[in-house]
């Protein structure tokens, strides 16, 4: 895009879908962008900025310079909870979209006044990987037996079983309409000048590279703020967005502060992700009865679906939230395991902040975020589940102890430990993605 101050190199508009783990990476990658003397304009929908508590929106004055404008996805008022479904509400996207924006895979960016346009992954580049091969039919749909039984056999990757699919490929036709979002970012892929992705070179390195030679990709991660990581970017401590109200934050941290060093499970599944009651129930029982000290958030909307009385019979260790600063608490000393849904956001979070973890996987990419973390990683287990799906509050309690007080435990935790190292490094002066991102700035300066 034309650069219309002398005062900064380039400008450039980071296009956001509405959803808070697509918007806080993409925000971090532009706070890394203005590191470069990038001026960014952050775009989304009308909904999700006038949902947004006003205290949680990052200052133009801190960081600058950022900006934000919006679109309409056809809900203006209440975005996904007003359109009652997420097919009801991307068929509205997709029509309002186009007309309201500046798509950056369009034949008429140059009329469009784009000088030259990128995807940005914030999926790891494996769970993508395994995602074009299905859009390309080289891995077909449903599996067969005989995929199921010996395993699937992917370029770069390590033999997956089924279960280690994403949700949308291993329950085929569970949800087809997220499916066919997953295949359609492939659709245009090739019009692109760059494309991003929010990991780092030294954690995917072999499937990184393989998609290097289809694809102009650049890592750009761990999109994770730099005062937790480089500490290049000033007062930059969190994302700087958040859906949820923070009235816990003093509380979570005053009760983590009392607590002996790595002796607290940290339990989250992150903002969409939803248990049922019985496993409310079996996660509940399962926390008390490893009779550790446990900090778990339970989000206003899941509060109802926890045992009668439960939050006056849990053990004394216990502390229950409705939200908590999670990074805050990840790189709070007290904590010495994270249970968690292996969202990618909260996987990196994580491993960024040398925290071993119990994955329960829940949907989407969240299985195979978890076959990384235990089987190349190393960084963590997995809960054991029935044929339903269901974990027990025996798998809780025996998960959460073999990190906390088991020999593979103590390895996990040195894992952990090399691999936030690695992430620091990444995103420090010199670092694989660092390099990445000044390579891009300097592209994107010649062609402004």
Same mark, same amino acid.
């Given at each position: 895009? $034309?650069?219309?101050? @002398?005062?900064?190199?380039? /400008?450039?508009?980071?296009? !956001?879908?509405?959803?808070?783990? /697509? ?10 962008? #203005?590191?470069? /003397? ?28 950022? @900006? ?13 909870? *007003? !359109? ?7 068929? /509205? ?18 009329? =469009? ?35 199921? &039984? ?14 280690? =699919? ?16 997953? =295949? +359609? %970012? ?17 954690? &995917?390195? *072999? ?29 930059? @401590? ?11 934050? $003093? ?5 983590? +502060? ?39 958030? #339970? ?13 006056? @019979? ?11 600063? %999670?990074?805050?608490? =990840? ?7 994270? #249970? ?8 990196? &979070? ?14 989407? +990419? ?19 589940? +029935? &044929? ?13 102890? $073999? ?12 894992? !952990? ?32």
């Amino acid at each position: 895009m $034309e650069n219309q101050n @002398t005062n900064f190199l380039a /400008h450039c508009l980071v296009l !956001a879908f509405p959803a808070q783990g /697509h918007i806080s990476p993409a925000l971090q990658f532009s706070k890394r962008l #203005v590191q470069k /003397h990038v001026k960014v304009t952050l775009v989304s929908t009308i909904s999700f900025f006038k949902n947004l508590p006003d205290k949680h929106l990052i200052s133009n004055s801190n960081n600058a310079p950022i @900006t934000f404008e919006t679109i309409s996805d056809g809900f203006d008022e209440g975005g996904f909870v *007003e !359109a009652g479904t997420y097919d009801s509400y991307m068929d /509205h996207l997709q029509a309002c979209g186009p007309p309201n924006a500046l798509w950056a895979c369009s034949e008429d960016r140059g009329g =469009l006044g784009l000088a030259c346009g990128a995807m940005f992954f914030t999926q790891p580049c494996a769970v993508c990987a395994i995602f074009f091969h299905v859009h390309q039919n080289l891995l077909k749909l449903p599996l067969t037996e005989e995929e199921k &039984e010996s395993g699937i056999s992917l370029p770069a990757l390590p033999l997956l079983a089924d279960s280690d =699919l994403p949700s949308f490929l291993y329950r085929y036709g569970s949800y087809p309409r997220f499916l066919g979002w997953a =295949l +359609d %970012q492939f659709t245009n892929i090739d019009r692109v000048d760059w494309v991003f992705a929010n990991t780092f070179y030294e954690l &995917e390195q *072999e499937v990184v590279e393989w998609m290097r030679k289809i694809w102009p990709l650049k890592t750009i991660g761990p999109t994770v703020p730099s005062m937790l990581m480089d500490k290049r970017i000033k007062d930059d @401590t969190n994302y700087g967005i958040s859906l949820f109200n923070n009235n816990d934050q $003093e509380a979570c941290i005053k009760w983590l +502060d009392d607590k002996p060093k790595g002796s607290v499970v940290y339990v989250s599944f992150g903002s969409l992700a939803t248990l049922s009651e019985n496993q409310m129930e079996e996660m509940g029982m399962g926390l008390n009865e490893s009779e550790c000290y446990f900090l778990w958030v #339970v989000r206003s909307s899941e509060e109802s679906k926890l045992p009668k009385d439960f939050t006056k @019979t849990m053990s004394k260790k216990g502390l229950l939230v409705t939200w908590c600063p %999670q990074l805050q608490v =990840l790189s709070h000393e007290a904590v010495g395991c994270f #249970v968690t849904h292996c969202g990618w956001n909260s996987t990196l &979070e994580a491993l960024c902040l040398g925290v071993p973890m119990v994955g329960v996987p829940q949907w989407t +990419d969240q299985n195979t975020n978890a076959k990384f973390v235990k089987d190349v990683w190393k960084i963590g287990i997995t809960a054991r589940v +029935d &044929e339903k799906g269901c974990f027990t509050r025996e798998e809780v309690k025996e998960c959460v102890k $073999e990190i906390m007080e088991g020999e593979r435990g103590k390895e996990m935790k040195e894992n !952990a430990m090399y691999w936030k190292n690695m992430a620091r490094n990444a995103v420090d002066e010199g670092g694989s993605s660092d390099k990445n991102i000044e390579e891009f700035v300097a592209r994107l300066v010649l062609r402004s």
